[in-house]
């Protein structure tokens, strides 16, 4: 095995080599440049061969003078102005503009370092060593004034060559791609239709339990112009409806205590009036049969139609009998005796 790996490792020198920072990532430069000819020469897409010319040019531009500012600052010998310019440099991966805004950050700072490079290191080697401390100062300081400006001009080039690189990255490379939708609700073998409602329940119990796959989604609907109800395996819940993105709950019923759901139907002054009626028990309602005494509430909700009251209903009942068949289930795990 580690003679196969070794093998493997001498075989890809010359890619790691030529990917590395140090070189310039050459590797990707010739990737780059072969990509633009192929869509430029092939396909006639003369802005895709310029996008990726410039691309790669500008990457390898990037990591070389990176590469060379990280020299200088070593050789300033300031550790101040190292771990300033770290700090500086952290925030230009996030978009083109930071990049832009970190080079000139480090322009500013390597100016400034290499302005007050002679004194600041005549005190700290004062304050050291004393005399020897001021030659070694000095010494320091002289060739900060050289190296801390260089390493701030080329960390304003690869900030600069950075973003043109960003700029010019394909769509595909991105990372930032927004969800255009919600997961499909999937509750079976069977792949279903993709519905945007019931999308849009399943992602709203996941923000509820934060996504426990112990709690399986069935069904959401809209009760009434203030009501929702979401049915899981597990519990009823009556949401209220509003226009933001907030969840507010207003009732949860553990689905081991109800006992069966009702539909009624009452008339009214501006029609009949369709209700659903779910009988809730203190104790865990037994399988096949109804605790001899009366529910301790009966919840009552008011549907729009008497479609939605039977569907309710029926997704209710289609969740007891989850719950039930749940209760004969044998169990996978072995027993350790």
Known sequence: IIRHYVSCAKSQKLKVVASS??????????????????????DGDVPGLVKSVAHGMSDTASKLSSTASSVLAYASGD???????????????????????????????????????????????????????????????????????????????????????????SPASTTNVRRRRHPRCCSGEILPVYSEDMAHGMATLWRINKKSNLEQFISWCVLNKSLKILISNTKIRILERNTNQEIKIHKTIDLVNVGQCEYKSKPSDKGRVHQVTIMVYDIPVPVGQLPPFKPSSQPTFVCQSEKISLKVRQDIQYALSLRDEAAFCVSTEVDSL
């Open 21 to 42: 920072e140090m070189t310039g990532n050459i590797g990707g430069l010739f990737n780059d440049l072969f990509t633009g000819l192929s869509v430029g020469i092939l």
């Open 79 to 169: 550790e101040s102005f190292r771990a300033n310019r770290d700090k500086l440099r952290a925030s230009r991966y996030q978009s083109s503009s930071a990049s832009l805004k970190a080079g000139f950050a480090g322009l500013k700072s390597g100016i400034l370092g290499g302005l007050t490079s002679v004194p600041r290191a005549l005190v700290k080697g004062i304050s050291d060593d004393g005399v020897t401390g001021a030659v070694t100062g000095l010494a320091k300081g002289i060739i900060g004034t050289v190296t801390k400006p260089a390493a701030g001009i080329l960390d304003f080039a690869s900030g600069t060559t950075l973003a043109i690189t960003q700029s010019t990255s």
